[in-house]
Structure formats: C-alpha cells, structure tokens
T-cell receptor
Framework: GESVGLHLPTLSVQEGDNSIINCAYS??????FIWYKQESGKGPQFIID?????DKRQGQRVTVLLNKTVKHLSLQIAATQPGDSAVYFC????????????FGAGTRLFVKA | NAGVTQTPKFQVLKTGQSMTLQCAQD?????MSWYRQDPGMGLRLIHY???????DQGEVPNGYNVSRSTTEDFPLRLLSAAPSQTSVYFC?????????????FGEGSRLTVL
C-alpha cells in the first residue's frame, strides 16, 4: 500500500496493554469530534465519535474523552490487539457553514506481539 | 451495497494534462467531499458539497474543480495537472446534520503526475 504515516508520531504498545492516543484540536465551534483508523492501502474507517456537549463516550474496547477546556481529545483502546496496528486520525466536524470535517495529524500505533 | 466507489484506482498523468476522478455513493448521503493524502501526512480537504447543486472550497482547493449535479455523484477535475498534485485522493460521504459525525470513505485513487 501507499506509504501512509512514515513521518507521523509513533506509539508502540505490548499486545494486551491499553493504548492512549492523544489529539489537540483547534476549533471550539466544532460539533463532533471523531476518530478514524487507517490501515495501509485503505481509506480511513470510522471508529467512534463524540458530540461537543459530551465528555466521554464508550464503544467496543474504545473510549473517547473530550476536554473542551484545553481542547484535547483522546482515544483509549483496551486490550490492544495486533489488528489494532494502524494510523489513527482525529477529526473535527462543524455542521454550521457546511459540515466540513477537518483532520488532525495522525499517530501510528504499533502493537508488539 | 457498494458504499462509496472511486475510479480510477491508479492514474499516471503528464504535467499539463487534465483528468476527472469519479466518485459515486449509493447511500443517499447529502454530504460529499474530496481529500488528498500525501505520504506521511494527514488528509486535507479539497472541496465539499452539502447537496446537489451546492459546492464549497476546503483547505486546499487550488488546481481542482468540482460539481454536484446529482446526489450520487461528485467528480473531481484536475484542469492542468502538476507534479505537486501527486497524491492519494479519497472521496467521502455522510448523512446530514444531527445523526453522526461519521464519514464513509472510498478506497482511494492514487495519482502520479510526471
């Protein structure tokens, strides 16, 4: 696949450990904050989102935390598996003014067996 | 259910040539958008559309044109290709406001401009 993520920050975790991926966002007016996973050679895949009026949302093995005070978003992956190895992107979506979704810098997650 | 379909998957152009990247979705999504992704970079928004007949510029619109004549299709046109437009292009669509923040992506179109 294409060389996605060669120069991105990297997080390396042991299989079975929990992973925390962080993201700083810029637009206080964003309505949704979203996490995407991108595997090599594929398009980004939705993981979980959180509305701006929430602080925490849980999914299957994933939790997203939103701290609007410091404009910080995090993705927690429980019991990380080798299949979780990918590049993870945070994104913010604004519904007023046209539903734009702007992506932040990604983080490459390596899961060691 | 095909989702978001992009064609072609691979294309090589010479500087100055023009081409159109096609994008079609069968989910009746109002919102469609185009991103480019360079190696080691995130996705940058080129153009987007909130419905048929409505388009707007994203973060990096220069050198690209779009149109939205139907809900299903959102083609991206390169009028005069430049080497700086070598990239992987992704089309994405989503529901309208209030339901979810999720974008549904195509598999990408890899463009090389010589």
């Amino acid at each position: 696949g294409e060389s996605v993520g060669l120069h991105l920050p990297t997080l390396s975790v042991q299989e079975g450990d929990n992973s925390i991926i962080n993201c700083a966002y810029s637009n206080s007016a964003s309505d949704y904050f979203i996490w995407y996973k991108q595997e090599s050679g594929k398009g980004p895949q939705f993981i979980i989102d959180i509305r701006s009026n929430m602080d925490k949302r849980q999914g299957q093995r994933v939790t997203v935390l939103l701290n609007k005070t410091v404009k910080h978003l995090s993705l927690q992956i429980a019991a990380t598996q080798p299949g979780d190895s990918a590049v993870y992107f945070c994104a913010e979506r604004t519904e007023t003014g046209g539903f734009k979704t702007i992506f932040g810098a990604g983080t490459r997650l390596f899961v060691k067996a | 259910n095909a989702g978001v379909t992009q064609t072609p998957k691979f294309q090589v152009l010479k500087t100055g040539q023009s081409m159109t990247l096609q994008c079609a979705q069968d989910m009746n999504h109002e919102y469609m958008s185009w991103y480019r992704q360079d190696p080691g970079m995130g996705l940058r928004l080129i153009h987007y559309s909130v419905g048929a007949g409505i388009t707007d510029q994203g973060e990096v619109p220069n050198g690209y044109n779009v149109s939205r004549s139907t809900t299903e299709d959102f083609p991206l046109r390169l009028l005069s290709a430049a080497p700086s437009q070598t990239s992987v292009y992704f089309c994405a669509s989503s529901y309208d406001r209030g339901r979810t923040g999720e974008l549904f992506f195509g598999e990408g179109s890899r463009l090389t401009v010589l």
